[in-house]
């Protein structure tokens, strides 16, 4: 059983289209997120959601809307996508990260290609 | 706001050299996180060092958190083909805030 599991792994699109990912963890956790990874690997936090709701959001384009419909489940909704959204984007999940070590666990990637 | 810098970028080594790769925070931290990417792979977290001075080992991998907990290390002895990837560190702040540094990819020639 996959522990942070997102979907599609691959997705390949035009300049101005609209496009989601999905994301779930079995862990039971109280926080997840989404990370972008660009070419350089560079990490960076876009969102972070607690118990469905948003405590974290970094300077990301408002055309990028999470939505938390439980506390197992965040979904990326990303608008009129341009070139320079092209990336890796990460889903990851922790326990609430003032108890025990809050490391994360993060999902497989979703790679996202704009063309 | 929080930085965490990382070098080198990149370090190539011959099979069963050693090698480290280090992190700055420009803030103290309240602790520091070690995660591996393998290529194509997504982060998996290694280990969490908390104290200031604080020294873990696992096998070869031996980490290590400075006494100002501002900056640490992560040195792998006699590298394996196995130890290839990228090797970010994570540092949070007081405020809870987890910052990524850019990582170090580890390149390994057999």
């Known amino acids: 059983d996959t522990a942070v599991s997102q979907t599609p792994k691959y997705l390949v699109t035009q300049m101005g289209n609209d496009k989601s990912i999905k994301c779930e963890q079995n862990l039971g956790h109280d926080t997840m997120y989404w990370y972008k990874q660009d070419s350089k690997k560079f990490l960076k936090i876009m969102f972070s959601y607690n118990n469905k709701e948003l405590i974290i959001n970094e300077t990301v384009p408002n055309r990028f809307s999470p939505k938390s419909p439980d506390k197992a489940h965040l979904n990326l909704h990303i608008n009129s996508l341009e070139l320079g959204d092209s990336a890796v984007y990460f889903c990851a999940s922790s326990q609430n990260p003032g108890l025990v070590t809050g490391e994360l666990f993060f999902g497989e990637g979703s790679r996202l290609t704009v063309l | 706001g929080q930085q965490v810098m990382q070098i080198p970028q990149y370090q190539h080594v011959q099979e069963g050299e050693d090698f480290t790769t280090y992190c700055n925070s420009s803030t103290t931290l309240s602790n520091i996180q070690w995660y591996k990417q393998r290529p194509g792979g997504h982060p998996v977290f290694l280990i969490q060092?908390?104290?200031?001075?604080e020294v873990k080992k696992q096998k070869r991998l031996t980490f290590q958190f400075g006494e100002a907990k501002k900056n640490s290390s992560l040195h792998i002895t006699a590298t394996q083909t196995t130890d290839v990837g990228t090797y970010f560190c994570?540092?949070?702040?007081?405020?809870?805030?987890?910052?990524f540094g850019g990582g170090t990819r580890l390149m390994v020639k057999p």
């Open positions: 994570a540092g949070r702040s007081p405020g809870n805030m987890l910052t």
């Open positions: 060092l908390v104290k200031s001075g």
